[in-house]
């Protein structure tokens, strides 16, 4: 299921070339331009850059699914200047919140709330999945913008 999502998230990143900003002056609907509603401005284009968030994103997925069977730790394998641009940190999580594995050394033995307890803060996400150790979170966590 996993590998679907991120075939999906590949698959649409490649086929977003469309800006979405426009330099068209907007043109207002016949009732509004018959009541004498000035048009609007033409909007800024957004900045963000969705495609590489996405990609970064599939990545850090990746990264996570590889190390389950590893006996090796995230942060011997992935040291902080080989994540993607956009990821802060990637944890793997057992069934209770414990960290059992993370990109930061510090991580490693605490325990993080699991998205059941409804206390996620934006800018994580979390993908559930059975493996071969049983239930395990990762949880991906994203730097702000």
Partial sequence: ???????FIALHSQNTDRTLGTNKAH?????????????????PAINCDVKSHLADFAIAVQLATRSLDK???????????KLPASIESISILDARGKVKDSTINDFIDKTDALPSSGETKEGE????LKSTKGLRWILIKTKAE
């Fill in 1 to 7: 299921m996993i590998w679907f999502f991120v075939l």
């Fill in 27 to 43: 043109v207002p609907a016949r009732y509004l331009a018959s009541r004498g509603t000035q048009p609007q401005q033409s909007r």
């Fill in 71 to 81: 006996e090796t730790y995230l942060y011997q394998d992935v040291p902080k200047t």
């Fill in 125 to 128: 996400y979390y993908i559930q």
